[in-house]
């Protein structure tokens, strides 16, 4: 079955300690996203990547960063200098296909820092 | 820029209500407008979208019409069940841009008891 996969499901790092969490897409698309979700706040985006070795900023990109270099894959690296990295983090993809629009969504990486 | 307003929540409701979240829009162009459910614990799932003004979707009960002369894209269902219970996002892309990122709304969560 196609699909988007996240993992792991939780993680927990401790302070100062950089963490990379995977994504990988079976879906044959062109771009993925990083979202992060806080409580209240819905999404906000970090990176997307339009195609392989290319990505860009997104509102919040500040203390992370990405890599593209396969098209299924597009892992997100969660630096010491995000300075509150506890969130809900969502990977996506989309199709390259003018008015196909929709996103599709992995099942999410919980990450706690203690 | 684009943007996107939904009633806040949290929405509760009786097995067999009517539903409706409110969800207006702020577009430069001509966006898709799209609602995805999120189920707790879990990444978004599309819902239903449409792409052009008057269009309506409709998926699992649920119906949303593209008004344009109102900015609007109601979500609406006639009689709610338990398993409706989740965080509802209502979210813009720009028409024809292709693998631009999505803007979303901070959610609605609703909540239905039996």
């Known amino acids: 079955d196609g699909g988007i996969t996240q993992s792991p499901k939780y993680l927990f790092r401790k302070e100062g300690q950089n963490v990379t969490l995977s994504c990988e897409q079976n879906?044959?698309?062109?771009?993925m996203y990083w979202y992060r979700q806080d409580p209240g706040q819905g999404l906000r985006l970090i990176y997307y990547?339009?195609?392989?070795?290319?990505?860009q900023k997104g509102d919040i990109a500040e203390g992370y960063s990405v890599s593209r270099e396969k098209k299924e894959s597009f892992p997100l690296t969660v630096t010491s200098a995000q300075k509150n990295p506890t969130a809900f983090y969502l990977c996506?993809?989309?199709?390259?296909?003018?008015?196909?629009?929709?996103?599709?969504f992995g099942p999410g990486t919980r990450l706690t820092v203690l | 820029g684009n943007s996107v307003t939904q009633m806040e929540g949290p929405v509760t409701l009786s097995e067999e209500a009517f539903l409706t979240i409110n969800c207006t829009y702020t577009a430069t162009g001509y966006p898709s407008l799209f609602w995805y459910v999120q189920y707790p614990g879990e990444g978004l799932q599309l819902l239903l979208k449409?792409?052009?003004?008057?269009d309506k979707g409709s998926n699992k009960g649920f119906e949303a019409t593209y008004r344009k002369e109102t900015t609007s894209f109601h979500l609406e269902k006639g009689s709610v069940q338990v398993s409706d219970s989740a965080v509802y996002f209502c979210?813009?892309?720009?028409?024809?841009?292709?693998?631009?990122?999505?803007?979303f709304g901070k959610g609605t969560r609703l909540s239905v008891i039996a």
């Open positions: 449409a792409t052009k003004a008057d």
């Open positions: 990547s339009q195609i392989v070795n290319d990505f």
């Open positions: 996506a993809s989309s199709v390259q296909r003018q008015g196909a629009d929709e996103q599709f």
């Open positions: 979210a813009l892309s720009d028409l024809g841009a292709g693998n631009t990122p999505l803007v």
């Open positions: 879906l044959n698309h062109d771009a």
